[in-house]
């Protein structure tokens, strides 16, 4: 997935509202779903890659200290 954070927030956020108008079809909120789902772990890992980044970083002032 070639996306920003910030972008894949804003597509789940865009995929949230299209599907609680209830306006597209089954075959469609399906599409959306699968869609989110993928975002969705997109986010999850990005944001434990970053957790471990930081845990680094303070584990590395804590020594210098």
Known sequence: MNLTFEQAMARLEEISDILSENQVSIDQ????????????????????????????????INEGV
């Open 29 to 60: 909120s399906l599409e959306l779903y699968a869609e989110g789902t993928k975002l969705i772990k997109f986010c999850s890992d990005k944001l434990k890659a970053v957790t471990l980044k930081i845990e680094e970083i303070d584990s590395e």
